[in-house]
């Protein structure tokens, strides 16, 4: 499979009033052919930097990033517009023309590319029927939802037939249905046009959704990346578990006894291991939490548990959890 997009020790440097400030602090990362990439961190932690380093719409201060092997800050101008093409980005925002039609949006960069007005024009009504509103064709965008304006923004990006989606908070100002939808088609879209799309969020719900591969950033750090099923069930950083696991607001009842965290997904979430503890082992724990999710069609979960104050008894029931396959950590108290 093919990389489409290499970066190798980027960094990003921003001078203020004479105080630098380091937004991306070297990253490497590549992101594979016909991939749902995620990049997610908490706010100021360098994503939204990022992802404008894979168009070139930042230079980097230092490092590569590469678009199918050419480095991007090695092209001239006309080359650069040439490879922009290729890479299209949709907004939090929406970012139409609020004077032109739903059809005009939509046909606005085929009529940058030269492409004459028939031909835009056919070309922009396919994309409509893609995303599902040929028939808002005529609409101005203040009479559409917030969903049908991300619909034709995506309709628009797709109109010049782009190898990659940047997708930049591009669900943040939706509700959580309209935010279904939107990743529902972008997901659809994946699938049939094979098209390479990453994905920028602060919200975990987003990655689980859609995404195959996630990197996580915290800080202008890469803290961790992988496949999205393996993070959620055992994430290794500090910012990742603070992104898959809630936190927990109970404290343990005895100052002996110890918090764990269980993860667990697949077959092992049909299980009924509590039960399955105290039958075997004759230990108790208390369940202060527990939750389950999707991720990719898989049953993904975690339990907080509070085990007694006996150091035996702590490590019988440790022992049949992980002698079971099961995902343990401490919780931070």
Do not use: W
Request: aromatic share 6%; net charge neutral; hydrophobic share 40%.
């Amino acid at each position: 499979m093919a990389t489409v997009f290499r970066l190798e020790n980027v960094t990003k440097v921003y001078k203020n009033d004479g105080k630098e400030f380091s937004a991306l602090k070297g990253i490497d990362l590549d992101i594979e052919e016909g991939s749902v990439f995620g990049i997610i961190g908490m706010s100021g932690a360098g994503k939204s930097t990022l992802v404008r380093t894979l168009n070139r719409l930042e230079d980097v201060t230092s490092g590569s990033v590469k678009f199918y092997d050419q480095d991007l800050a090695e092209l001239s101008p006309s080359q650069l517009r040439k490879i922009r093409r290729q890479i299209a980005m949709i907004f939090q925002s929406f970012n139409l023309l609020g004077q032109r039609t739903v059809l005009s949006n939509v046909m606005q960069p085929l009529k940058i590319a030269g492409i004459k007005g028939k031909e835009a024009k056919e070309k922009a009504l396919e994309m409509l029927e893609i995303v599902g509103l040929a028939d808002k064709k005529n609409q101005f965008p203040s009479r559409l939802s917030g969903g049908q304006r991300q619909r034709v923004a995506i309709a628009r990006a797709l109109a010049s037939d782009p190898k990659v989606l940047l997708c930049d908070e591009a669900t943040s100002a939706l509700d959580p249905r309209m935010t279904g939808e939107i990743l529902d088609l972008l997901k659809e879209i994946n699938r049939t046009r094979k098209l390479t799309i990453v994905i920028i969020t602060h919200e975990m719900s987003v990655i689980e959704k859609i995404c195959d591969k996630v990197a996580i950033i915290d800080d202008g750090n890469l803290a961790e990346t992988g496949d999205v099923k393996e993070i959620f069930r055992s994430p290794k950083s500090q910012a990742a578990k603070k992104l898959v696991f809630p936190s927990n607001p109970y404290d343990p009842s005895q100052p002996d006894s110890r918090l764990i965290r269980v993860a667990f997904d697949g077959l092992a979430a049909s299980r009924p291991f509590i039960a399955e503890l105290v039958e075997k082992t004759g230990r108790k724990v208390n369940i202060l939490s527990a939750n389950t999710k999707s991720v990719g069609g898989i049953g993904y979960g975690q339990m907080v548990l509070e085990l007694p104050g006996s150091a035996d008894d702590q490590g019988v029931i440790i022992d049949f959890f992980t002698g079971n396959g099961l995902s343990i950590s401490e919780v931070e108290r």
